[in-house]
Structures are given as structure tokens and as C-alpha cells.
């Protein structure tokens, strides 16, 4: 079977001058379809119709056949069918030609022989590219408007709508003539959208370069009752600075997949490093993401060694050997580093979203309500702690509320301080700042939560969790907190917090200034922006 590839690409586009031409992700534009056409299995020739000597030039270096297309076929008025007619060699017996337009270039081949094998297949004279795209749409008949629907509907129970998208017509060659390239056997064969583009704009050009500059990304994450769940919570942000939906992978002997919530994200279990490194492996990720806490030279090596050579690896909160390996390293929980490539220090925070949108408290004249949350794992069981100290009769004045995560052990029993009027015990809350804005002080560990506080400016008490957390040195009595260590004594919890219910609200109000002056609601931006200039 012989089957010839037409691709039409004169030089007058006055849209975009010297349009496919242009370099884009790399190549010229006319290079997307030259490549396609010669790297199908099913197409056996390529020519390219041209006017542009630097279209000759490209075409015959790539190895494509080249017809320099006569001046009366390089107008505006001219029909693509009589340019393809005009381009196809008369010598030989053809089968199906395949009008590829340079202006597609975000097509992939295996979608292009998918398309000529379902034409072959059915026996189809014809084959159109299209992209199923129904909407409300209006016609015009007689002067006046009207609508091309009878019921307006949401979009994904509209009837199918195909938009022809240029990338390619499949024809018979005995279809094809001058005036058209349709026979009566017609059918569309829909493509991915991000193959659809047809590039006529400056939008479209910018939106194909997008697509060619779009990471494949990568997330590696694990969250517990012992490691915390703030890398669970980091990962699902970072998933939403993408232009791409990223595959987030756990280690199922490790975390549990509820603690990932009610995300639509692409959640990916494996059973240990190997199966990690074989899904790595096949999928050829450009950017990858661990955060994971410590990792080893060996893992790093690993991974390298199963990812392209070109791709880029970026650590969360790592302070293990792994480092070297990494190309990028942010600890926003760590002080400094030695290490050029590692961004360390408070300015690197990764705040949630809600939390941009609510402004810093009032300080009131006294402390009525307080805020206690340990992220959520909390392994040291503080929040039983607290919940021992608080339900006692001295602070029956005071409102207290208690957030426990999602990873918290024993939620039942200590939802049944509810019984207490002056205790609100809330799981898994969805409304973080809404909930935190409304207290006056706060009690949490020295992780992600505090981190939240400062941003609102909440004068908090903060005890480690573990021996790690204690390196966490942004929550210190030098930025604004009370920081009273590891596993304090009942008595410091319960002095400290006596402390701040009957502190003055000119000392609040300097704790609040203080936590304020670190400017924490940048670092989602200088993250992003150290990732995307990797």
C-alpha cells in the first residue's frame, strides 16, 4: 500500500509573518509534520508544496520530497484541494493521501497512525481530524438570532458538537481532485485537545509553546501518624501549580490513601521503591518530586538512573545525603545551608491557598477564644494533653477549639469532650483559616501549622513533636512564638498557656507584629519560580 503525506506550507502568512517558520519548542514549526509524516509506520511518502526556500531547505534535510508550488497556487483564493492535488506525483499508484498541516504541531504520530488505521480499516473515503467541543451556541436566520439548541444544558450533556482541527485529512487518492478531497464514506476521528491546536494566532502560537515547555511532573509523597501529614498537604498544593495534571505516588505500607481527602488529583499506589522506579521508569518524567523527609544516595541514584537524562529532581524538607543528588532542595523548615542548591529558611514556605485570602486578626482587648491544633498526625498526643488541662473549671470563661487531622488516632474519644460547653473538638476541618481567624491565641506543634498562625498573626504556643521538628527553627521565641521544646511538662503547658489567656493586649499585639514582619505569603512564588527555572 502506498500512502503519500501532503503537507501545504507557503510563505505569504501575513498573520504571523514567517509562521512555519517560526522556532517553536525548538524547531521550526514545519518541523512538527516533516517528523510525524516520516516517523509513521503507515505513511510511506512525504512532500512537502512550498514557495519558501527555507521551507525547501528544512524539508529536504530532514528527508522529505519537496514540490515548489507554482505562483498561481500561492494566493489567498486558492483552495487547499487544488495546492494537494497539484502536489502529488503522477508516477505512482496511491492509495490514500494525507493532507498534514504544518500549523498542527502538537499532534503525535502514534495518534496519526491510530487515525489512517481506523481509515483503512473501514474502508472510509474519508477521514477528518476534529475535537468533540459542544457549547450553547446561537445561529442567525433572517436578520434576527437564534439559538442552536432546545434546552440550554451544562456542556457535558450537550449533544457531541466535532470541530475540524486541521491537523490532518485522510483521503483516497481516487477522491482527490482539484475542487475536493471528500468522497461520500466520511467520518471524523476525534483527538486529544492538546493535540488540536491549529495555529492561526499569536494565542495559538503561545499556547502550543506551552505545551512543549509543560513538565511531565512527578510527586512522591508519604504522610502518617509518625511522619505528619504537612508533606501530604505540601504535595497536593504543588499539584495545582502545573499546567499539567501530575502523577502523586505513596507507598501503601506507609500512608494511607484517606489521608490524601476528597482530591480528584492522580493518586498512584505502589508497594516499595521497585514498583516506584518501574512506573518511573515507563512514564519518562522530566520533573520529580520527593517529599519524603530524609533520603539516601542510594534511592537518589536510583532514581536518576530510571528517569530521562534531561529530567530534573527536586527534595522537600530533606536534610539526608540524597541531597547531592538533587537538583533542587527546599527546606523551608530548616534555617541555612552549605549548599548552593539548597533553599533554606522561611522565605520557602508553601502556604495553602485559603489562607491568602484572609487577612491578619484583630488583637482584642482580652483572650476569650483559643485556637489548638497539631497538624494531622500529632504522635505525641498533645491534643489529649490539652483537652486533660482545659476542661477543668478555671477556664470555663474561655472558649477553646480543637482541630484534629486526619491522620489522628483516636478521634473518637476525644470528640466526646463535646460534652463540655466551653469545647468545640472538630475533625478534618475544611476551613483552616476561616476557623483560626476567629480565636485570639493559639497552642500547635512546630510544622506546617505554625507557619499558618504566623501568616494571620496569631500569638501561639509551639512544642515539638519530635527530635526532627526541633530543627524547625523559624517557630522560636525569636520570631514571635513561645516555644517551650519537646514533650513539655503538663506544668509548662499549663503556666504557658495561663501566660497568654491574662496577657495584656499591647503584648499581644508585639507577638502579632512580629509574626507578621516574616513575609511568608511569597514563598509559594519564589518556589514555583526556582522550579520553573530549573
Known amino acids: 500500500m502506498r500512502i503519500l503525506a501532503v503537507i501545504p506550507a507557503r510563505a505569504g502568512s501575513k498573520g504571523i509573518p514567517n509562521k512555519n517558520i517560526r522556532i517553536i519548542g525548538g524547531q521550526p514549526l514545519i518541523y512538527y509534520a516533516i517528523q510525524n509524516a516520516l516517523s509513521s509506520t503507515i505513511i510511506t511518502d512525504v512532500v512537502v508544496t512550498t514557495d519558501s526556500e527555507s521551507v525547501r531547505i528544512i524539508s529536504t534535510q530532514m528527508g522529505a520530497g519537496c514540490h515548489w508550488r507554482r505562483k498561481e497556487l500561492c494566493g489567498d483564493a486558492v483552495t487547499l484541494d487544488a495546492v494537494i492535488k497539484d502536489a502529488i506525483p503522477n508516477d505512482t499508484k496511491w492509495d490514500y493521501i494525507v493532507t498534514m498541516q504544518p500549523t498542527s504541531p502538537t499532534l503525535k504520530v502514534e495518534t496519526l497512525d491510530a487515525a489512517l488505521d481506523y481509515a483503512i480499516n473501514n474502508d472510509l473515503d474519508t477521514v477528518i481530524s476534529a475535537i468533540n467541543a459542544p457549547h450553547l451556541s446561537w445561529g442567525e436566520r433572517n436578520g434576527k438570532k437564534y439559538p442552536n439548541y432546545e434546552k440550554r444544558l451544562n456542556r457535558q450533556y450537550l449533544p457531541a458538537c466535532y470541530m475540524e482541527t486541521g491537523a490532518f485529512v485522510i483521503s483516497k487518492a481516487s477522491v482527490v481532485t482539484a475542487e475536493s478531497r471528500i468522497g461520500s464514506k466520511v467520518d471524523i476521528f476525534e483527538i486529544p485537545e492538546d493535540e488540536a491546536i491549529d495555529i492561526d494566532t499569536f494565542a495559538d502560537l503561545k499556547m502550543a509553546a506551552t505545551i512543549f515547555e509543560r513538565k511531565k511532573v512527578a510527586i512522591y509523597v508519604n504522610g502518617n501518624n509518625k511522619r505528619g501529614m ?22 501503601v505500607n506507609q500512608t494511607d490513601v484517606n489521608v490524601f481527602g ?54 522537600f524538607e530533606d536534610d539526608g545525603e540524597g541531597i547531592l543528588q538533587a537538583d533542587l532542595v527546599i527546606n523551608a523548615l530548616f534555617p541555612h545551608s552549605e549548599f548552593k542548591h539548597v533553599c533554606a529558611g522561611e522565605k520557602y514556605y508553601i502556604s495553602s491557598r485559603n489562607f491568602m485570602f484572609y487577612k491578619p486578626i484583630l488583637i482584642k482587648e482580652n483572650v476569650k477564644r483559643i485556637f489548638i491544633s497539631f497538624g494531622g498526625a500529632d504522635p505525641q498526643n498533645y491534643s489529649d494533653r490539652l483537652l486533660r488541662i482545659i476542661h477543668k473549671d478555671e477556664y470555663n470563661d474561655y472558649e477553646f477549639v480543637i482541630a484534629l487531622g486526619r491522620a489522628k488516632s483516636n478521634v473518637d474519644e476525644l470528640m466526646d469532650y463535646n460534652r463540655y460547653e466551653n469545647i468545640d473538638v472538630l475533625h478534618d476541618v475544611s476551613n483552616m483559616p476561616e476557623l483560626m481567624s476567629s480565636c485570639d491565641v493559639a497552642i500547635t506543634s512546630r510544622g506546617r501549622t505554625g507557619y499558618e498562625l504566623a501568616m494571620l498573626g496569631i500569638p501561639s504556643i509551639v512544642m515539638s513533636q519530635n527530635l526532627r521538628e526541633e530543627k524547625h ?7 514571635g512564638f513561645s516555644y517551650i521544646g519537646l514533650n513539655p511538662a503538663d506544668e509548662i503547658i499549663e503556666g504557658t498557656l495561663r501566660m497568654y489567656l491574662s496577657m495584656s493586649q499591647q503584648s499581644r499585639e508585639l507577638y502579632h507584629e512580629k509574626l507578621l514582619s516574616h513575609d511568608l505569603r511569597s514563598g509559594r512564588k519564589r518556589v514555583m519560580n526556582l ?4
Open 473 to 479: 527553627n523559624f517557630l522560636c521565641n525569636e520570631n
Open 531 to 534: 522550579i520553573n527555572n530549573l
Open 262 to 315: 476528597n482530591t480528584t488529583h492522580n493518586l498512584i499506589p505502589v508497594n516499595g521503591i521497585a514498583e516506584l522506579f518501574e512506573c518511573c521508569k515507563k512514564e519518562q518524567y522530566t520533573l520529580f518530586i520527593n517529599d519524603i523527609l530524609t533520603t539516601t544516595i542510594d534511592y537518589m541514584i536510583g532514581l536518576k538512573s530510571v528517569l530521562p537524562s534531561n529530567s530534573k529532581i527536586v527534595n
Open 230 to 251: 504537612g508533606h501530604v498537604y505540601r504535595a497536593l498544593e504543588l499539584a495545582d501549580e502545573f499546567y499539567s495534571k501530575p502523577d502523586i505516588y505513596y507507598d
